[in-house]
């Protein structure tokens, strides 16, 4: 099974700072990467599939990069609205997510 | 619009067996897979198969084999997820969510369906 390692577990930051996100999966997988975001009681949101290209309707601040085993999802200039829990996921060989990462007012 | 929309929350004990629904609408029901995921209270999310609901084939995550059925009822775009023999560390909120291949993320989730496992 593909396992993917999510770092850091936690983030603090403040509104307008620039946040990086990093997952690391234990085989290549290419492309076949997604970001979610999850709100307190509610479902998870896709924000970026194959990597980098962003879903339909997700604002452009959030950006992801990478291929193989590394991976990144970048927020820059953080808004109110986007603290919360993000998590990777792979969709290479059948579909694994990553721990989470929360993103949390400094 | 597109919606999944998941059955009510259900309290179950230990040893028995639990069927979340998901009706789809706004869309073509047989055109995308149907994937389980779970979330325990305060975890992270854990896959746990997916429906094909044009064939019925399905697979699942090892973790539940031999548990878990994942079905369909095409006349009413809807797809099942059982699970048997529940356990208290089964107890979790249960999304579906929708898949149009297997080179794609899950685009729309289901709004979660609260299973809580209490003798």
């Known amino acids: 099974d593909i396992q993917m390692t999510q770092s850091p577990s936690t983030l603090s930051a403040s509104v307008g700072d620039r946040v990086t996100i990093t997952c690391r999966a234990s085989?290549?997988?290419?492309?076949?990467l997604a970001w979610y975001q999850q709100k307190p009681g509610k479902a998870p949101n896709l924000l970026i599939y194959k990597a980098s290209n962003l879903q339909t309707g997700v604002p452009s601040r959030f950006s992801g990069s990478g291929s193989g085993t590394e991976f990144t999802l970048t927020i820059s200039n953080l808004q109110p609205d986007d603290f919360a829990t993000y998590y990777c996921?792979?969709?290479?060989?059948?579909?694994?997510f990553g721990q989470g990462t929360k993103v949390e007012m400094k | 619009q597109v919606h999944l929309v998941q059955s009510g929350a259900e309290v179950k004990k230990p040893g028995a067996s639990v069927r979340v629904s998901c009706k789809a609408s706004?869309?073509?029901?047989?055109?995308?897979?149907m994937h389980w995921v779970r979330q325990a209270p305060g975890q992270g999310l854990e896959w746990m198969g997916w429906?094909?609901?044009?064939?019925?084939?399905?697979k699942y995550a090892h973790e539940f084999q031999g548990r878990v059925t994942m079905t369909r009822d095409t006349s009413i775009s809807t797809a099942y997820m059982e699970l048997s023999r529940l356990r208290s560390d089964d107890t979790a909120i249960y999304y579906c969510?929708?898949?149009?291949?297997?080179?794609?993320?899950?685009?729309?989730w289901g709004q979660g369906t609260k299973v809580t496992i209490s003798s």
């Open positions: 429906v094909n609901p044009n064939t019925g084939e399905t």
């Open positions: 085989q290549r997988i290419s492309i076949w």
């Open positions: 706004g869309y073509t029901f047989t055109g995308y897979f």
């Open positions: 996921q792979q969709y290479n060989i059948d579909a694994t």
């Open positions: 969510a929708r898949v149009y291949s297997a080179d794609d993320p899950f685009d729309i």
